[in-house]
């Protein structure tokens, strides 16, 4: 499967974004008509040298200053001569941005008007992304995205000064699960506008599986730093028809638990985001009987779930061991009905694909199979064939 891995090692911009999808084989002329006529811009283009990188260098010079509220911006944006999906994609990047700002001024959307939403330069980094994006086609692309390099200290703002990241591009990261990193230079190295963009486009953060790289573009920043101050993108094939998903393995040993309380355990932690909770009987010292609890989770899920674990069993420590990543198949509910001594009984059922769509498995839910057997005097076991056999009918 083809795939796009966005490398943030050095921030991320707008008009970085730009540059490495420009880099990357993006058309020129159609994205600087695009940025042209959404907003009050001249736009060039020129190659940059980032500590010994060749990168596309892309300058928005403003011929218009002023603000605009949202409402203003999305009208301007839908009235554009552009490609339907490009406008589509350009209003949810701009509602990504303008969520994060009226939240973070405590300010209603309809209500929201400042400076920073409204800059015609904004206005044409995020229609430039978006009509790059579009020209090379990765609509079809599976998104990643490495951990973003935020960079440090504090930026100044006209009401005074804030740590980075920016207010705005930080609740953005919680917003849609960006893992970030500070560092590794002082100053800011991701925009809101920036941060705006990869919520959107990515599609999995984190650990990106195996590829075969076949296009890489670098798009410059506009600082001069001890590294290059590029974004990467590289495109290229995907090896594996499965999905990388990046987990935690949580886990503890307890030897004074009864059945009760672990059975309560792996409800509890189930309903608090754990992704699969395994109890293995164990021997402990001195002989006595005991037992690990192993937990699967999503990194940022692993926190609450430790905590859970010691408030449930008096565990006095959760070991976290990291994994590179699991590989998994891409799940979704479906339904068939079947019939059985003329009676029709709705199931619900699992289907597994991989990457490319090639069924993998179907299950039957065992609930609704229960009450089916129940009803019907039929055996579970049997229900169960007969549901999954017309699942795979029906979904093959």
């Known amino acids: 499967m083809k795939a796009i891995l966005f490398d943030p090692f050095s921030g991320a911009s707008g008009d970085m974004i730009i540059g490495a999808l420009l880099d990357l084989g993006a058309d020129p002329q159609k994205v600087r008509e695009a940025m042209e006529s ?77 400076h920073e939403l409204g800059q015609e330069d904004a206005i044409a980094d995020i229609v430039g992304a978006c009509a790059a994006f579009h020209d090379l086609g990765l609509k079809k692309y599976r998104i990643y995205c490495t951990p973003i390099s935020v960079g440090m200290g504090f930026i100044e703002f006209s009401h005074g000064k804030f740590p980075v990241p920016a207010p705005a591009a930080l609740e953005i990261l919680k917003e849609y699960s ?143 061991i990291p994994v590179k990543h699991r590989l998994i198949v891409q ?9 059985i001594n003329n009676r029709m009984f709705p199931i619900a059922v699992k289907v597994a694909r991989d990457m490319r769509g090639v069924l993998l498995n179907i299950s039957a839910e065992f609930e609704d199979c229960k009450k089916t057997a129940r009803e019907s005097g039929v055996p579970v076991r049997e229900v169960i064939r007969i549901a999954e056999e017309k699942a795979r009918q029906v979904f093959s």
């Open 38 to 114: 959404a907003a009050h811009v001249g736009v060039e283009f020129s190659r940059a040298a980032k500590k010994g990188i060749s990168a596309q260098s892309v300058n928005v010079v403003t011929k218009k200053e002023g603000s605009m509220t949202l409402g203003e911006i999305l009208e301007r944006i839908s009235s554009l001569e552009l490609h339907p999906e490009i406008i589509k994609d350009v209003i949810s990047v701009f509602n990504i941005l303008a969520k994060a700002e009226s939240k973070v001024h405590g300010t209603s959307l309809d209500k929201l008007h400042f």
């Open 178 to 320: 960006l893992p970030w990193q500070p560092g590794p230079v002082e100053g800011e190295l991701l925009t809101p506008t920036g941060a705006a963009l990869l919520a959107y486009f990515v599609n999995e953060k984190g650990t990106c599986p195996p590829m075969k790289t076949e296009r890489i573009g670098y798009g410059a920043g506009s600082r001069d730093l001890f590294i290059p101050n590029v974004l990467r993108i590289i495109a290229g094939e995907i090896d594996d028809a499965l999905i990388s998903d990046r987990i935690e393995m949580l886990e503890t040993n307890v030897d004074d638990v009864t059945g009760q309380v672990l059975g309560n355990l792996i409800d509890e932690l189930l309903s608090a985001g754990a992704k699969d909770v395994s109890i293995i009987p164990a021997t402990m010292k001195k002989g006595r009987s005991g037992h690990i609890i192993q937990v699967i989770a999503k990194p940022e899920d692993s926190g609450k779930l430790a905590r859970k674990i010691i408030e449930e069993t008096g565990s006095l420590g959760v070991r976290i």
């Open 331 to 339: 799940r979704e509910m479906g339904k068939v009905d079947i019939t």
